[in-house]
């Protein structure tokens, strides 16, 4: 498994994220998911398009330093 940190962007909000990268098999394409922090109440669960690709944030929490959230990948992710 593969890591990437960096900045994510929506329309809603931006945030620091850490893109976790599956290898891919013959049978299935590579699977992407991660978690991340952001200071805007914004990002509730649901589907969001994204600078690195398509996302669904299944959950998030309000913690000290802001919410938390955690998403799965859909398509290709575009990391740079």
């Known amino acids: ?6 900045t994510m962007q929506t329309d809603n ?6 893109v976790y ?19 805007s109440p914004l990002c509730e669960p649901g589907e969001y398009k994204t600078n690195i690709g398509n996302i669904v944030i ?12 955690y998403f799965v990948g859909q398509g290709k992710p575009k990391l740079t």
């Open 1 to 6: 498994m593969k890591e990437w940190k960096g």
């Open 13 to 18: 909000f931006i945030a620091k994220v850490i």
């Open 21 to 39: 990268l599956e290898e891919a098999l013959d049978s299935s394409p590579g699977d992407w998911h991660g978690h991340g922090i952001t200071l």
């Open 58 to 69: 299944d959950r998030n929490d309000l913690i000290t330093t802001g919410y938390m959230f």
